[in-house]
């Protein structure tokens, strides 16, 4: 059985702001470091932190206070006294986990087998090989279970191809057939992660550049459209890339038929591409063509529309929201494509994570699982950088910061999770980025992350009589997974 979900594509955002430096925090991929989930007694909390300073998923726990209503209202009332031996007021807020304000369903978390991202993989020996997927898709690791792939290559490839590009004009596509990237990498690298993984991890597709034949300027990149005359052809591509990963026992989730179409648009994109504009990507359909597709994915890049748009898609097509590809280091004026140890990059993961799974998205997936320290392979030389880097010479794997700020959300916020309302009661000035989840369990997970650079004081309501008090360290993410069970 295979529920098989078409996804149409929009550009979008994320705010770039100052750059960073330092922080080498080096993880071996030799021994690795594990992550374990302690599930939370009832009436308690197990937190687990990561800091700019160093520390990653370090766990601490606590009970849940529980105070009268009418103890509550004084406590309420008298604010600012109870907290007169805490700091000043932009240091301390109020949170309400409001449980049965219920949001969009988790669909999950995830990284990209690209071509670049498998070439590096399969250069580690045996062992380290086992290290790295467990790091990201085992129980002791990010526990991810997404992941998207290209159709063909893409400018993560070590050179331009697509299917079927020879014969010219073989509308049929009567030569599609594997080629050395799947083969010997995309392919075993899903299946490893496949056996490695203790739940059902989803892949989705997306299609780069078409074989050029099928396309108006007949090459890989530049200001491209489908010829009308292939527009079956193409529908046909995306089908038989399918059936062909289900010859590797690999069942398609989710398809987007062109990765950021407006790349074919814009002059200054010069890898695989296919440009198209909304009006054709109607055509052939009509004004209903939207009862076709499930889902609409976005993309981390620019910032050229606030969040609140994604409201608005919902409020109007009720899809599922996704995001599907994000990477730090690609922007022109991103002098290093990889920086080492870079917190910064982790922060603005984290703020925009949490932003989209304020505004109904559904799911975050990362762009290449691994690159090499040039933040590489790429044909088109655009360098990029990512949670992992390789160092195949040594045999080693170096986790970044964007690795545990992704953890934070997929280690603890399962498939099938429900957003739910966080509010602040009071006029707070002290404010931190937050969401909150229920998971299937029944337990809420909550994510804070403080990037004050000074310590926070937050106080989480649980319900109408019962809190938690909790300090956030400076520049930091907590996950914290509450079971608010009496017993
Ligand atoms: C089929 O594709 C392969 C690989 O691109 C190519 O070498 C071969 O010539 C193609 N066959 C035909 C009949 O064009």
């Known amino acids: 059985m295979r529920s098989l979900h078409n996804i149409a594509l929009i550009f979008s955002f994320i705010v770039i702001t100052k750059s960073d430096q330092k922080c080498r925090e080096r993880d071996l991929g030799i021994e690795g470091r594990s992550i374990t989930r302690d599930p939370p007694d009832a009436s308690s909390y197990v937190a687990y932190t990561t800091t700019r300073a160093g520390k990653r998923f370090e766990k601490s726990n606590g009970r849940i206070q529980a ?112 080629t050395y990237e799947d083969l010997f990498l995309k392919i075993p690298m899903i299946k490893y992660i496949q056996r490695v993984s203790k739940q059902e991890v989803k892949v989705m597709a997306s299609t780069w550049s078409p074989p050029v034949w099928m396309k108006t300027n007949e090459h890989i990149t530049g200001f491209s459209q489908l010829k009308p005359e292939f527009y079956q052809s193409f529908a ?24 950021e179409p407006i790349n074919g ?33 976005v993309h981390y890049y620019g910032n050229f529309a606030p969040a609140t748009i994604f409201d608005e898609l919902q409020n109007r097509y009720n899809k599922i929201l996704l995001a599907t590809e994000a990477c730090e280091g690609p922007m022109p004026w991103d002098v290093m494509r990889v ?86 009661p009071f006029l707070e000035f002290g404010r931190i980025d937050n969401v909150a989840f229920r998971t299937p369990q029944g337990n809420i997970v909550l994510v804070l992350h403080n990037s004050n650079t000074f310590e926070m004081d937050v106080r989480i309501n649980v319900d109408a009589i019962r809190h938690i008090t909790i300090k956030v360290e400076a520049e930091s993410i907590i996950t914290m997974e509450i079971n608010t069970r009496l017993f």
């Open 339 to 424: 920086k080492l140890g870079s917190w910064e990059r982790a922060h603005r993961y984290t703020k925009n994570i949490i932003e989209d799974l304020n505004h109904h998205v559904t799911g975050w997936i990362d762009w290449n699982l691994c690159l090499d320290e040039r933040g590489g392979p790429n044909w088109a030389y655009n360098f990029v950088d990512a949670p992992i880097m390789v160092i195949p010479e040594r045999d080693e794997f170096i986790k970044q910061p964007m690795f545990y700020a992704m953890g934070h959300f997929s280690k603890f916020i399962p498939r099938g999770s429900q957003r739910i309302s966080v509010t602040y």
């Open 265 to 297: 648009i814009i002059p200054f994109v010069t890898f695989n591409s296919l440009g198209w504009f909304p009006a054709e990507m109607m055509e052939n359909a009509d004004s209903d063509s939207i009862k076709y597709i499930d889902g609409i994915a």
């Open 236 to 259: 046909d591509y995306h089908v038989k890339f399918m059936e062909l990963y289900e010859k590797a026992e690999i069942d398609i989730w989710a398809l987007t038929t062109t990765n």
């Open 67 to 178: 105070f009268s209503r009418l103890q509550k209202e004084l406590n309420d009332f008298n604010r600012n006294e109870e907290n007169e031996n805490e700091g000043p007021f932009w240091t301390r807020t109020t949170l309400v986990l409001n449980q049965n304000n219920r949001y969009q369903t988790i669909h999950g978390f995830g990284g990209s087998v690209t071509d670049a991202a498998a070439y590096n993989w399969n250069k580690l020996s045996e062992r380290t090989k086992h290290n790295f997927i467990s790091s990201y898709f085992g129980e002791d690791g990010l526990e991810y279970n997404l992941i998207r792939t290209p159709i063909g290559g893409a400018d993560f490839s070590t050179h331009p191809y697509t299917y079927n590009e020879y014969p010219w004009n073989d509308a049929a596509l009567t030569n599609f057939t594997f």
